[in-house]
């Protein structure tokens, strides 16, 4: 009776396994597809316009942002598009990773009330195909994300236009 027992508690063992293991592979899976919902611009498509000007296409994320990786002075980042932010603003604790310094103080009012940034320069911020140098920012320690909004000092300074999910940015 013992070793019928103990084959049934070892067959129990191998299905529980089993199903941990089919779980954790689901999971593996599934959350690749999960990733490429938040962030469908890995890997932006990069091109040239018809007037040789670089350009980048950007498809909408699940919540309809746009999301797209890039670099400041030559290092990767994550980029939330943000029309309404005035400059590129940087939590603080992405800043001290690129090593940006701050200078001039100041208050600015955000989505979460009214907060203290730090302006500073970027020597080169890129997206694709698109370099854009000396770009004012602020460093702001409120901000807890992993992402750096790229507002309007950068963002006036290409071209875009929006067509469906899609937004497409060119050099000027």
Do not use: C
């Not at 490429?36 to 296409?57: C, T």
């Not at 994320?61 to 943000?82: A, K, S, T």
């Not at 103080?105 to 970027?122: D, F, I, P, R």
Request: charged letters at 15%; zero cysteines; aromatic letters at 8%.
């Amino acid at each position: 009776m013992t070793e019928i027992d103990s084959t049934n508690k070892m067959g129990k063992i191998f299905i529980w396994l089993a199903w941990i293991s089919a779980l954790a592979l689901l999971v593996f899976f599934f959350q690749d597809v999960l990733d490429k919902q938040w962030d469908p611009n890995r890997d932006p498509e990069i091109s040239l316009s018809n007037q040789g000007k670089a350009e980048v296409k950007l498809l909408q994320n699940r919540q309809g942002h746009y999301v797209v990786h890039g670099e400041i002075n030559e290092m990767p980042v994550v980029f939330l598009l943000d029309t309404g932010a005035t400059q590129v603003s940087i939590p603080a604790h992405i800043a001290e990773e690129l090593q940006l310094t701050g200078s001039r103080e100041s208050l600015v009012n955000t989505a979460n009330g009214t907060t203290t940034v730090y302006q500073t320069k970027l020597q080169q911020l890129s997206i694709g195909n698109i370099y854009l140098y000396d770009v004012s920012a602020h460093i702001n320690p409120s901000m807890q994300s992993n992402q750096i909004l790229l507002g309007m000092s950068a963002l006036k300074r290409v071209e875009f236009s929006q067509v469906g999910k899609q937004l497409i940015l060119r050099e000027q």
